[in-house]
């Protein structure tokens, strides 16, 4: 049935999202959980007759190929505005969203499409198995490696299936699409579709348990063997954390029951410190309080909760030690890196500073064009990255030259919450020698650049189409940027609200 549904906001092209590129190889990709909620995605009717062919259409079998839109001969564009009511997806949606990633993303030229396919189809009979349904002609087809004759087999398959479960068909491409976006295994592809918002939400609102520990849910995700125990609580946002009395350096022993590491490696209960909305399945934590020993149990329920104002602030900054200019960037967003420079220029106005502090930690990136600006202002006539296709022809991303050298001594702090932008700049500061770095190492969630296109139910898929090197023309993307120095932050230091990465840069500066 192709209903209709209310329009969504697109979601942005922050880093998220699965593990490594799909190679020539075929493979099997491994598969993110999906959801078993069902999803409610029709509009009230507003006559009996439109309701009764929208009940007739729910019934009636998808169309025969040759009575199907041409969706997936359509080649995909970028938007032009605001995408618009977004529609119900379709197997044409899904053939074009296909052909799109094999002919616009940056390694589709040489990527094994089959891979693709298997992770759409092997979604497919999971979803059907989920909902009790499975069926005797779900088996997948033989794929011999051509594209569009995989596709047609694919096609004329999940045509026979789904014909036979009407009820569950929009579910069924939507979860099929998920999962061959996700078989990228690119942190930087994603498909926007059905984003939803709590109702009663605010621009200043957050939602979840209102805390954040060491290990981001981005670390937590698409990285985990980069975590490192313990795992703590490094700020308390508000919400259910603050009424259990959580504090900045409480150890959360467990989650739900289960240990956030064995054999010091990362387990899936450390992601469920970070539901989004509709989850709203309260979480079991067991913590200790080291500076008393402690220990208790505390459940906190997914709500929305109103967060702290000056912390909404894309640039804040300070005078620390008399004169050195602090300057935290939580995102590259449009007119930060203006903003940065209006507040060092203030900070020096009647004074001498010995140098700059750029706190990047927590940075999720944003836009390249701002991290290139800011990184023009410590070095010129440079090459600050690389953008490259598959086979290595690259474009080299120059520093704006149009920018004022700041001429001040730079350290920059990072850790494993600066990504995407963040990484481009912070490998670029390392590479360039503009500054030094102190901290841990970046988040390594910088495959390229993501390019939003527009698919024909008004969803958006984005990828990279060239992939991002550093100015050495080293591979940044899984692996990260490692500091000039390994400053982690400790238990201790969050309970006690001492800094040490900061204390570090103010070393140096003063050297």
């Not at 040759?66 to 995408?83: L, N």
């Not at 491409?173 to 498909?191: K, M, Q």
């Not at 104002?309 to 967003?333: C, E, M, N, P």
Request: neutral net charge; proline residues 7%; hydrophobic residues 40%.
């Amino acid at each position: 049935m192709t209903t209709t549904k209310t329009p969504k906001a697109p979601v942005t092209t922050a880093a998220k999202v699965p593990k490594a590129l799909v190679t020539t190889a075929a493979k099997t990709p491994r598969l993110p959980a999906v959801t078993t909620a069902a999803r409610t995605t029709a509009l009230k009717t507003a006559a009996a007759g439109l309701a009764l062919l929208l009940v007739a259409a729910c019934t009636a079998p998808t169309p025969p190929r040759v009575q199907a839109s041409a969706a997936g001969a359509t080649v995909c564009a970028r938007p032009q505005g605001p995408p618009g009511m977004e529609t119900a997806t379709t197997i044409d949606v899904i053939e074009q969203a296909y052909f799109c990633i094999l002919g616009t993303y940056y390694s589709g030229a040489t990527l094994d499409a089959r891979a693709l396919l298997h992770a759409g189809f092997v979604a497919l009979t999971q979803e059907l198995n989920r909902n009790g349904r499975d069926l005797p002609e779900a088996t997948m087809p033989a794929l011999t490696g051509d594209r569009k004759t995989d596709w047609a087999a694919f096609e004329a398959v999940y045509r026979k299936v789904t014909d036979q479960v009407p009820d569950l068909r929009d579910r069924l491409a939507d979860v099929t699409l998920e999962v061959i976006v996700a078989a990228l295994d690119d942190n930087h592809a994603r498909w926007a579709h059905d984003v939803k918002r709590h109702p009663d939400s605010y621009d200043d609102d957050g939602y979840g348990l209102g805390l954040a520990a060491n290990i981001t849910g981005p670390q937590a995700d698409t990285n985990p063997g980069t975590a490192l125990a313990p795992l703590f609580v490094t700020t308390v946002h508000g919400g259910a954390a603050k009424t259990a009395g959580l504090r900045p350096g409480d150890i959360i022993e467990a989650v739900n029951g289960s240990a956030p590491f064995i054999d010091g490696t990362a387990t899936p209960a450390i992601a469920t410190l970070y539901p989004q909305y509709p989850e709203a399945r309260p979480v079991r934590l067991r913590l200790l309080r080291q500076s008393t020993g402690h220990r208790w149990n505390a459940t906190l329920k997914p709500g929305l909760f109103q967060r702290d104002l000056t912390t909404l602030q894309v640039v804040q900054s300070k005078l620390v030690d008399h004169d050195v200019a602090y300057v935290r960037i939580s995102g590259f967003a449009p007119d930060s890196a203006n903003r940065v420079f209006k507040a060092v220029s203030r900070l020096r106005t009647g004074r001498m500073l010995s140098g700059v502090v750029l706190d990047l930690r927590g940075n999720g990136g944003g836009s390249p064009t701002e991290a290139i600006r800011l990184l023009s202002a410590f070095a010129h006539g440079k090459n600050t990255a690389y953008q490259c296709t598959a086979d290595a022809r690259c474009e080299a991303s120059p520093t704006d030259d149009t920018v004022e050298l700041l001429g001040l001594p730079l350290v920059v702090l990072t850790d494993r919450g600066c990504a995407s932008a963040c990484e481009h700049f912070s490998s670029a500061i390392k590479d360039l020698h503009a500054g030094q770095l102190v901290g841990t190492r970046t988040a390594g969630l910088i495959s390229g650049p993501a390019q939003p296109y527009l698919l024909t139910n008004n969803t958006l898929l984005s990828f990279p189409d060239r992939h991002h090197l550093g100015p050495d023309r080293e591979v940044i993307d899984r692996i990260g940027v490692p500091p000039h120095h390994h400053i982690p932050l400790t238990p201790k230091d969050a309970a006690t609200g001492h800094d040490p990465a900061l204390a570090k840069a103010l070393t140096l500066l003063h050297k």
